[in-house]
């Protein structure tokens, strides 16, 4: 099993554990994901990012 931190978004906590300790919220990985220079993906990451800010993705 991989043990990675996690911080919880409400009252920025950090733990091991899926919920947090505090306030019982779920929690979020801490670490963002690698970055890769040839990411196929990175184009709707991008659009979707653009989405949620309330900006247009054009």
Do not use: H, Q, W
């Not at 690698?34 to 993705?57: C, H, Q, S, V």
């Amino acid at each position: 099993m991989k043990t990675t931190i996690r911080k919880c978004k409400d009252c920025s906590l950090y733990t091991l554990s899926v919920n947090c300790p505090r306030c019982g919220k779920e929690t979020i990985m801490a670490i963002p994901p690698r970055f890769a220079p040839r990411d196929k993906f990175m184009k709707y990451r991008l659009m979707t990012e653009m989405e949620k800010n309330g900006k247009n993705p054009d």
